[in-house]
């Protein structure tokens, strides 16, 4: 299996923009995570969904941020309107299920200008 | 609200030495605990998990002890190799919750 899918791995955009970041996770896997990282936060949970419906979405950070996961292999997280607080590296991890170990993607490194 | 932290921000340890890293948890519904490796431009990777009725667990050249009576976990690397170097992250779940993942370590492996 080639594990996590990510995309893009890396993305500049303009403060205003609207971005896309993109996951497709472990065939097979029921659960699906999406988090940011930063220096200064952590790794923070931002929603999981448990199969392809989102189940807590408590670390999103504010209403420019959604997710969808319309089938069980294809995940979107959207910020729009972006902000340069927004630049992040940002994971999305699956599992088996909802507990137990998760696999992490490569991540996209977003940063916003 | 409940969360988990790390002992050292920074451990720094000589080749083919062990290596100890710690982490204390709050959340006594913790019934699930993993470690994870971050290398630089990776996303982390599972090392070993343990469960709450469990408190050792070896896996190849690393230990995990969890010690439920004050909340701390700890991980062992045996024989530190230059390919330890990373960053460590524990990570707690409570029963029904979320996992709740640490500052992380920062393992510096010396030659």
């Known amino acids: 299996d080639a594990g996590v899918i990510q995309s893009p791995r890396h993305e500049v955009t303009e403060m205003g923009q609207e971005v896309t970041l993109r996951c497709k996770p472990i065939s097979g896997h029921n659960s699906l995570f999406w988090y940011r990282q930063t220096m200064m936060r952590g790794l923070e949970l931002l929603i999981y969904f448990n199969n392809n419906v989102p189940i807590d979405d408590s670390g999103m950070p504010e209403d420019r941020f959604s997710a969808k996961m319309p089938n069980a292999s294809f995940s979107t997280l959207k910020i729009q309107p972006s902000e340069p607080r927004d630049s992040a590296v940002y994971f999305c991890?699956?599992?088996?299920?909802?507990?137990?170990?998760?696999?992490f993607g490569p991540g996209t490194r977003l940063t916003v200008t | 609200g409940e969360s988990v932290g790390l002992h050292l921000p920074t451990l720094s340890v000589q080749e083919g030495d062990n290596s100890i890293i710690n982490c204390a948890y709050s959340n006594s519904a913790s019934d699930y605990f993993i470690w994870y490796k971050q290398e630089s431009g990776k996303g982390p990777q599972f090392i070993i998990d343990i469960r709450s009725n469990m408190d050792k667990r070896q896996g190849q050249r690393v230990t995990v002890l969890l010690n439920k009576t004050v909340k701390h976990l700890s991980l062992q690397i045996a024989a530190t190799q230059p390919g330890d170097s990373a960053v460590y992250f524990c990570a707690d779940h409570p029963a029904g919750g979320k996992l709740q993942f640490g500052a992380g370590t920062q393992v510096v492996v010396t030659p």
């Open positions: 991890a699956s599992s088996l299920t909802g507990a137990g170990e998760q696999y």
